[in-house]
């Protein structure tokens, strides 16, 4: 009787054991980012950098729109802000970070698709306002340029959206500068040769006619040491138009006959030079830290 009483104690400890166990409440383990710092938003599609060069280690992507955490602004003047994302530190370009959240719009109606003029016409917007006015604001599609023309007449927008402002109505067979194969909303960021403008444009009113040139080796030239981390770039202005450079993220507009000196982030970035009625001008260049530069830009008539 009392082997009989023993294991039954043993059989009812083991089931109430059982039940303890299944009962204990799931820790979330999610790691998180802890500070005071201000919440940016990306802009684009990130690498996160062990530190602060292009050339360390890449512990991860932040994909676009993501929260991080400003952890560190101090190096900002260098280019670079260390952020926290889903619990782990690292450094990236503030360039890419913007304080507005990053929404996704819906796709255009059947009926706007296309987006050919008799939609609004330019500055006679529908009744609710712009989506965003700027070209630039939010919308990276990197770099990977061709030539192509506007297969019939099209909407030249300041947005990639049919509630964008109408920059003006392309004609037929209106030769653009495609920064990529990527698109946003459907809509591709183009370059206006005729007047030298960027904007967007329709991908389904835009046909490829060739590849873009493209200088892989860079067309700035080496000034020497500076005392500065940051690259010194003198860009001079030797024709009689005004042009807008484009470097990596950062967009400048020179008046003609002018020089500027800016101060840009070292590492590897596109560039794109234009003027009206010209074909721009891209490629590669890669900026030293404690490196000055110089670019002139003219006009030849082939």
């Known amino acids: ?13 083991s089931i ?4 303890s166990q299944s009962s204990w409440p799931s820790v979330n383990l999610k790691p998180k980012c802890y500070g005071d710092g201000p919440t940016y938003y990306t802009t684009r599609q990130l690498e996160m950098f062990e530190s602060m060069s292009m050339e360390s280690a890449v512990m991860r992507d932040v994909p676009k729109g993501a929260a991080v955490l400003v952890t560190n602004s101090f190096f900002g003047e260098h280019g670079w802000w260390e952020v926290c994302y889903q619990g782990q530190t690292g450094w990236v ?19 706007q698709e296309d987006d050919e003029p008799g939609d609004d016409e330019p500055g006679d917007d529908q009744e609710q306002e712009p989506v965003i006015s700027s070209t630039d604001e939010g919308f990276g599609v990197g770099f990977n340029p061709f030539l192509a023309q506007v297969s019939k007449m099209a909407n030249f927008r300041s947005a990639p959206s049919t509630r964008s402002i109408v920059i003006r109505q392309l004609p037929i067979r ?15 960021k183009v370059i206006d040769i005729q007047t030298g403008k960027i904007g967007w444009v329709s991908k389904s009113l835009i046909r490829r006619t060739g ?15 500076t005392s500065e981390y940051n690259s010194e770039v003198i860009i001079r202005n030797k024709s009689s138009r ?56 003219w006009i030849e008539t082939r």
């Not at 009787?1 to 400890?13: D, E, G, Q």
């Not at 990596?248 to 009206?276: F, R, W």
Request: one cysteine or more; charged letters at 15%.
């Open 93 to 111: 370009s503030k360039v890419h970070l913007t304080r507005k959240r990053i929404t996704q719009q819906a796709p255009a109606s059947a009926e």
């Open 1 to 13: 009787m009392k082997r009989l009483l023993y294991i039954c104690l043993l059989s009812l400890l």
């Open 174 to 188: 209106t030769q653009l500068y495609v920064f990529s194969d990527q698109t946003t909303n459907e809509f591709y």
């Open 242 to 297: 005004k042009i807008t450079l484009i470097v990596g993220e950062q967009t400048y507009t020179l008046a003609p006959h002018s020089a500027e000196t800016k101060s840009l982030a070292p590492g590897k970035m596109h560039y794109v030079a234009s003027a009206a009625g010209v074909i721009p001008t891209s490629g590669y260049q890669t900026f030293g830290s404690f490196q000055g530069y110089q670019w002139e830009f």
């Open 16 to 19: 109430t054991t059982g039940v």
């Open 211 to 225: 590849d873009a040139d493209i200088n892989y080796s860079g067309a700035f030239q080496s000034t020497g040491s």
